[in-house]
């Protein structure tokens, strides 16, 4: 059985300070402006994001998405509703987010309402998707147990060969989750381990609370 101890692996985090009188007040704003500088650096998919789900268990889970569009209506992702995740969101709404851009020592997170996007929008992100991941989405049955690689790479050359000259259509149980946030963390690491935490959280009157967090 492995038996590691990991105590020493330690980076140095070198980076800016973050204060509160550089943020924006609008935490979309703030958020555009590091994502932005995420893919100017050309950090490996910037919009890779960690999506933490709970169903009715209690049981946390999360996996790594791709963001799709942001907006001040929220934060677009596409997958399929009877994956785990979908489940776990129709049981329990409440959702987050983590981004990680390494090289810039940086971390958001953001916590929200999870609800899906209209049937029009899933049409077009679906046909703009290239048609090999149009393909496996037609028949993935996300998250239910298969018996090999063999019987997926031969479904999907039959779904190939069926839909070679026609639009792929778009199954009912696909398509797209937004995450309408309350509460967003942005994150900076300091070498000193005294990293700057600057949290917003939505009031009742729809303004923004800007806070710092103790690190």
């Not at 980076?15 to 007040?25: G, M």
């Not at 934060?75 to 987010?97: M, P, R, T, W």
């Not at 149980?173 to 994150?187: A, D, H, K, R």
Request: net charge neutral; glycine share 4%; with cysteine.
């Amino acid at each position: 059985m492995p038996n590691r101890d990991v105590h020493k692996m330690r980076e140095s985090y070198n980076s800016s300070i973050l204060l509160e009188t550089d943020c924006n007040a609008d935490p979309f704003l703030q958020f555009e402006k590091w994502f932005s500088e995420a893919v100017e650096d050309k950090i490996f998919e910037p919009n890779a994001m960690t999506l933490a789900t709970t169903g009715n268990d209690g049981q946390p889970s999360a996996r790594m998405v791709l963001l799709k569009a942001y907006s001040h209506d929220g934060f677009i992702y596409y997958s399929n509703y009877e994956s785990k995740k979908g489940i776990q969101i129709q049981d329990n709404n409440k959702v987050a987010l983590c981004f990680w851009w390494a090289k810039h020592s940086r971390q958001v997170r953001i916590e929200g309402i999870a609800s899906r996007t209209p049937k029009e929008k899933n049409e077009i992100y679906f046909h703009s998707r290239p048609r090999e991941s149009q393909v496996a989405a037609l028949i993935s049955d996300q998250s239910k147990v298969v018996d090999s690689r063999e019987t997926l790479e031969q479904l999907y050359r039959e779904k190939e060969k069926e839909f070679s000259d026609k639009e792929i259509p778009l199954k009912e149980n696909w398509g797209g989750f937004i995450v309408t946030p309350y509460l967003f963390e942005f994150w900076q690491g300091k070498g000193n381990r005294l990293h700057d935490r600057i949290q917003y959280s939505k009031e009742e009157s729809g303004a923004w609370k800007i806070e710092r967090l103790a690190p």
